[in-house]
C-alpha cells in the first residue's frame, strides 16, 4: 500500500515539474524587456533630444490660423501651382497679407483678470488695449504699463515674418507659381535659403525666447 501511494505523488510532482518549467523559461525572458527599455539613450538621441527642446518654441513664431489659412487657400489661389496672369497677383497680395498677419501676431497679449478671466489685446507703447474689457475704467485688471511693446517684440515680429517666408518658399505651390521653371543658380538659392533663414530664426528665437502669450495661446501659472 504504501509502494502503490508513493507513485501518485511521483506523477504529480513531476507534472508540477513540468508546469512549473515553462513558467521559469518566461521569467527569464520577462526582465529583458525593461532592461531594453531602461537604455540610456545614445550621444545622437540626445542630441536630437535636445534639438528638439531647444526649437520647441518656434510654434510660437507662426500663429497657427496663419498657417492653416496659408495651407488651405494656397492651392486655391495658385491652381495647384499653375498660375497665370490673373492668379500670380493674386497669390502675392495673399502672401503680403498673411506675411502682414504674422507681424501683427507678436504684439498680441492676454491678461488674467482678478475674476480669473482672459482678455486678449494689442500691445502699444503705453501699455495694452483689450479688445473685449466690459469696464473701461480697467478695474480688476493687473498693471498694463509693463505690456507695453518692447523692442524684442519688433524683433519677434521680424523673425515671424522671416519665417513664414522661409515657409512659402518651401511651398510646392508657391514655388511652381513664381518660379515654374527657374535657372541652376535660382533653384540653389530656393533650396539654400530657406533652411538658412529657418536656421538662423530657430537660433535667435531659442536666445530671446517671446514672453507673451497672444490670441489662441495658453496663459502660464506666472500670467
Request: hydrophobic share 40%.
Amino acid at each position: 500500500m504504501s509502494e502503490t501511494s508513493l507513485r501518485p505523488r511521483a506523477v504529480v510532482s513531476k507534472q508540477q515539474s513540468n508546469s512549473k518549467a515553462p513558467t521559469s523559461s518566461t521569467n527569464v525572458h520577462e526582465p529583458e524587456t525593461p532592461k531594453s527599455l531602461l537604455r540610456p539613450p545614445t550621444l545622437s538621441q540626445r542630441a536630437i533630444s535636445q534639438t528638439l527642446t531647444s526649437t520647441a518654441n518656434l510654434a510660437n513664431l507662426l500663429p497657427t490660423g496663419t498657417i492653416l489659412a496659408f495651407q488651405l487657400l494656397m492651392p486655391i489661389f495658385t491652381n495647384n501651382g499653375s498660375c497665370d496672369s490673373a492668379t500670380r497677383p493674386m497669390t502675392l497680395v495673399l502672401l503680403v497679407l498673411l506675411a502682414f498677419s504674422c507681424f501683427l501676431a507678436s504684439f498680441t497679449d492676454s491678461v488674467k483678470s482678478s475674476d480669473g478671466q482672459v482678455y486678449y489685446g494689442f500691445a502699444t507703447f503705453k501699455g495694452m488695449f483689450l479688445f473685449d474689457y466690459p469696464d473701461p475704467s480697467g478695474s480688476g485688471l493687473p498693471d498694463l504699463s509693463k505690456y507695453r511693446i518692447k523692442f524684442f517684440d519688433v524683433v519677434h515680429a521680424v523673425l515671424s515674418v522671416l519665417v513664414f517666408g522661409a515657409v512659402a518658399l518651401k511651398d510646392k505651390n508657391v514655388l511652381n507659381c513664381f518660379y515654374p521653371t527657374p535657372k541652376h543658380e535660382t533653384q540653389e538659392v530656393l533650396n539654400i535659403a530657406p533652411v538658412g533663414i529657418g536656421l538662423i530664426c530657430s537660433l535667435l528665437f531659442v536666445v530671446f525666447p517671446t514672453r507673451r502669450h497672444g490670441i489662441g495661446y495658453p496663459i502660464t501659472p506666472g500670467k
